[in-house]
């Protein structure tokens, strides 16, 4: 009996080792499925996914010259940043672009916070997959390898390419760049070297790279012009901007600051220098359209900063030949990290001068095509010893690589001698100066701070207590307007000496002052050269619609347009509550009806009225129907002036001394215009009716003001009263020629335009 249980325990113990065993290898079984689907899957996600120091090698066709090749990218736009230190390892400054894809190239052989498929990151242990035969000149002492960068993004389809350096971050949204095919823009008229801090606001300054032996005095004379778009388009750096060490020690000595915050006019329009000029480029901000690819590539000298500016004035060169431009766009970046070059202003200078010497004697042949102007010139300057014998190698692999990718350039070259920029177009003559904005101008030749706040500005009335005090204190004034332009239209050039006293009246509170008449002869002898000056009027004032339209053409980074004749008082007191994203116009809005043909508007039944706007009613249905072009613009107007009018058959009339756009309105109110100009309708029925058709009645404040006629004109100090929001006319040099009205604006005026307490005024009926 023992032995038999005990074999029967035996047995149970056998098989209860048996089952654990087989337990044992399925779950062995198990784990082994579970670990083989895992590796499987990560397989699978990296195949489709990989990490940023493998690269997928471009597919190139030579077959096609508008190839496309997307890598898998969902835009055509790109930025380029160098990381050319082992302690430059942060780029979470880019996490906020969006719309662009980033490609940086470095010598680490990782970089955290590069992902794809937004960001590619390039190093010497990842680019021998990539068919280009630059490759071969990476490892070379001084090679850039962010040529390499730069063939990889325009492998991928870019079509623009923005060259940034490390710790320069891009502000927001992006929008100060041009990215169309054609635009209007300002044209840089004089002889010089063109120093574009001296346009956008620092005078005294130069930027890395200018010729330091070119004159100081610039030109403040530009045509405006329609003109393709420039390929190269250079922004400013704010902050810690770039500049040679000696004028960096010395602002901050004046500002007593450890470091740089530069600031410039954020406001002002971009300018183009045309064939025949430079200016000076870096690689730190600066945008590449694709007909200006080519001209992206890098020499190597050993100074990094070297390459950059030799390589903007290599590449402005070539701009000539293609009749192209060089864009300053302004403001466009801003960086804290402070670059050392103590030890690279002499080199950058010495060499930058025998360039441009070299540059404006060299012509090529006229027989030779683009490509071979360049390995031409290449070949010319090595042999005066500006660059080394190895950057002929480099750039005929360069050329060998722009081939291959369908980028070398099919431009045509022109004699930019011969042509100008404005054949074939009505240029406008414009004489721009920067605007007297927040921000300290250094000047190195008297080592100060050169205060052009607009507030600093005497007013008319500089001895009144409210002005002694806020000139004393130095504190802005209550009503500022920095984000608007204001237009102030001049009739006739035998007003132009008005523009002082309207300057003394309104600068203070106004940075942004644009002038607009009919003779830029007269402005330039009867008024302050530190103002800024439009050409418009040419047709009358029956046809004003000039001086908004072009100041809009010019891209002035403004919220909206202040425009007013040079005898219109602004209430500001009252006008800065007004919302600057709606538009403005006077409440006195006359209706008519244009089945009716009489009515006692005398311009209604003349042929600028009725008869003409029933031109631009015609084209506009032209356009609609066509279905191209603007015809979205036409089919917005329609439904807006139905919506808002019950009818096309309303017309209306108002006199246009007083009227505000905000910036988005912007390509409605060009193109409308642009008809009413064609057809030659009064601005005065042409102004009130589009107006009714470019947004909703809710987002149009239509204003309350006095506008007064005939003997009237003359009783200002009776009719005007302190709630309304403008007065018109009010003839500035006339009225504050006389004791009595220079003492009424001083007295009562001036308080308020500095933030006073209203005063009691006379009523329209003369009683107190």
Known sequence: MTHFVGCILERITWTWDMLATKRKRLWMALVALCMTSILTTFQLSYRKSPPNNILEMPTLSRHLRGYSNSGGHTTNRWIVLALDSVYQTDVSYLDDVTGWNIVISGYLPNLNGCRKPKCIYIHPGNIQTLPFTSV??????????????????????AEVIYDLEYGVKPILPMNNFIYIDHTHGLIYTGNTTFNHYRHFGQPYLHPLGFPESVNATQSKLFDLCYVPTPPIQHGIISGETPLYHDQREKILKISREKTLDLQFDTMAPPAFVPPGRFSAVTTGNTLFTRKAFWLMLLPFSGDSVLDGVVRGYLSQRFLWETGDYTGHMGDTARSESYINLQNTDISVSNKIKMLLDELKKWNCDPNQPLPGCFGDLYRHIVEKKILSEANFEIMESWIQDLDRINVLPDSQRIDFKKVKYSEGQNCTKMHFAPSQHNHKIYNLTSMSVVVQLPWDNKPICPEVDEV????????????????VLLIVEINYPKLYWTTWIVESVYRRYFPNILFCGPSMGAFLRFSNKKMSHLEGLLDGWHFMYDCVSYAMKMNY??????????????????LHKLPRDNAWFNSKLNAFNRTVLITPWYWWKDAEGRHNYEKVLHELKEISQRGTGDAELANRFYTTYIRNRKSLDLMFGST??????????????????????KHRVIVEMGIPTILQGMDTLEDIEYIPGKLIFGEDRYRFQELFTSDDYFFHPMKFGRF???????????ENLQPLFEGSVQFPVRKPDGHP
């Not at 009227?659 to 988005?664: E, F, S, T």
Request: proline share 3%.
């Open 468 to 483: 002694k005090e806020a000139l004393r204190s130095r504190a802005p004034a209550k009503y500022l307007f920095t984000d």
């Open 557 to 574: 980074r403004v919220k909206g347009y202040l425009h007013i004749g040079d005898d219109t008082l602004l209430q500001i007191w009252n």
């Open 656 to 677: 246009c001394d007083f009227y505000y756009l905000p910036q988005r309105l912007k390509d409605m109110f060009l193109f409308l215009v642009s008809l009413l100009k």
């Open 736 to 746: 504050l020629n006389t004791d009595d009205g220079r003492r009424f604006f001083c």
């Open 136 to 157: 071969k000149h990476v490892g070379e002492k001084g090679y850039p390898l962010k040529n390499i960068a730069y063939l990889y993004a325009m492998s991928q389809s």
